[in-house]
């Protein structure tokens, strides 16, 4: 619409210019009611223009480029109608026709109606390069934001950071691309762009660094791809490349090898050189799958590309098909295991070193699948922390461990204190802690009865946030225990820096403290260290008496494993608790002596 009313007020004056020096020199006479009418009449015809411009962008029909001549007569018979019409509105003066025709006048009329044609179409080309450039988006965002009541209003459909088309827009880019392939038979490719080592540079240096590479990965995203493809922002680091015009697999790969090239150039921000990549899944439409398949089809090739080593591309394959099929199967029943409570929770007993007394329990996942059977957390917790489902996962085992220590109070006198395993997904839910301390509550239980353990590796990989989240459990009175501890040459240093309340080690450690000396030792320091600094040290995986007997020696508190008990369900663990607390071994605690080894016999699960 105002394109239409800018184009007829520049309709009219172009006409009352070029009319003016036979108007000066009365010629000619305005009728005002034709002149308004014919001012109207060009601005409903080149808003159709205009609207037809749009239409012939999502054009998806067979043949566009007839549509396209077509239109671009019709143009040219429109522009001519519009004239028509304003000559309609004038009136001459036959008497001075004489005159009108005069050789200079005519002269004068003629070439400012060439100039104004010219330049009319100067401004439709200009317009036309424009639109070609920066897609239909950045044109209706800038053109025709302002001005329109909300109802009408279009959706902003440009990442505010990046400033390329977010996710909506892809999503109706890729629709169109969709139909123009189907019906000119032709196809196209979808590039899924994930960046690798993306997430440290944000802990490390912080968000507003982060940005800068995000919009500088943008720009040369933006550089890498050709005038005819589309690139958008879809999330954090991720970005998608549409690329139409192509035949072969070798007309996408020169594309794709820029897009890593790229990204693989150092980042300068601030003085620091900043070092990351990217992992690039290609799948075709419509040979790999139609359009709801597509995306699926790329990401599960970016993710073979990551798997693969990372900073490299993938065509979406057969192998990748029946793994991502897979995928799909298991985003589906993981959706519908919570609602169908599928989920159970085992508990696996936590034992006091010097009494072998019961000290708590660690809870750990189990997924009943009804055709499947038991699936262990390996197989199904990475998925839902893919998909995004696992705080609701996570909410879950709140609740069912918290309704599983009120029930033992209750039921069994037994105050139990259980440790549950948290993913680094959930270090992002910012209202994680907050929603623990209202279960907590619910059940009319302490602080003290939960323990959070989270691993060593997530820890320091998200250094930011864990200290954040650390901090809101300590506030809350939550102990923290660092999980499968000592895998990193920097977890000794790193330790002083935390206030967490236990450790514990890694299942490696305690299989090899038999094996040869160094292991022992190594053992030794680890625990001696942690003491100094007023931390527990829990040993898990403890499957021998000699495993034990070598911990018990070196000072370790507290341990875990297969000799004490498997993981069991809640109904077995009251029993198996009672008969830990009657098993235990009678210590003088003056003299630090057993004085009753009673043999203990681990209950299987
Ligand atoms: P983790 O936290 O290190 O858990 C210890 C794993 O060792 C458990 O495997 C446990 O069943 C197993 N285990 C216990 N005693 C022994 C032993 O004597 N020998 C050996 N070889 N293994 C023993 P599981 O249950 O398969 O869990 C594996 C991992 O899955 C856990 O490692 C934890 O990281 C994760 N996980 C389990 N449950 C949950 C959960 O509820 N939430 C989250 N976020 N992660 C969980
Ligand atoms: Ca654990
Ligand atoms: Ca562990």
Sequence with gaps: MLLGLIASLSDLGLFYCSSNAIHEANLIKFNPMLTFLATCISGGITTVIAMLFYWIRAYAGRHPNYVKVLLATGIALAIFAIHIVFES???????????????????????????????????????????????????????????????????????????????????????????????????FALAYIDLDHFKPVNDQFGHHVG?????????????????????????????????????????????????????????????????????????????????????????????????????????????????????????????????RNEFILKYQPKIDCKTQAPLGAEALIRWNHPIKGEILPKSFLPAAERFGLINEINDWIVDETCRMISHAKEQSGINLNVSINLSSHQFRNPNLVKDILKTIKFYDLDSENLTFEIKETSAIRNQEQFKLLLGKFNEAGIKVVLDDFGLHPISLAYLQDLNVNEIKLDKSFVSDINQDKSSRSLIDALIKLAHALDLHVVAEGVETEAQRDALVELGCDYMQGYLFSEPVQEVKLFALYKHLQSNQLQINFETSEQISTSEYKAIPA
């Design 211 to 339: 940005d800068i590479v995000l919009k500088t990965v943008a720009e040369r995203l933006n550089a890498a791809i050709r005038g005819c493809d589309f690139i958008a922002r879809i999330g954090g680091d991720e970005f998608v490349a549409i690329l139409e015009e192509i035949k072969t697999n070798e007309d996408i790969s020169p594309i794709v090898q820029r897009i890593l090239k790229s990204v693989k150039e150092s980042f300068h921000v601030n003085n620091l050189n900043i070092e990351i990549s990217c992992s690039v899944g290609v799948a075709i439409y419509p040979k790999d799958g139609d359009l709801e398949k597509l995306m699926v089809c790329a990401d599960a090739a970016m993710y073979k590309a990551k798997e693969n080593g990372k900073n490299q591309s993938k065509f979406y394959d057969s192998d990748i098909e029946s793994a991502s099929e897979q995928m799909l199967e298991l985003q589906r029943d993981l959706c519908l295991a919570l609602e």
């Design 89 to 187: 509105a004038i009136t001459h003066k036959t008497e001075l026709v004489s005159v009108a025709s005069n050789q200079a006048s005519r002269q004068l009329v003629s070439i400012t109606i060439g100039l104004g044609m010219i330049c009319l179409f100067m401004l439709l080309f200009i317009f036309t390069l424009f639109f070609e450039k920066h897609g239909k988006q950045l044109f209706e965002f800038s053109f025709f934001k302002k001005g329109q009541n909300s109802e009408s209003q279009p959706q902003i459909t440009l990442d505010s950071l990046t400033k390329l088309p977010n996710r909506k827009a892809f999503q109706d880019h890729l629709e169109s691309a969709s139909k123009r392939s189907t019906r000119a038979g032709s196809t």
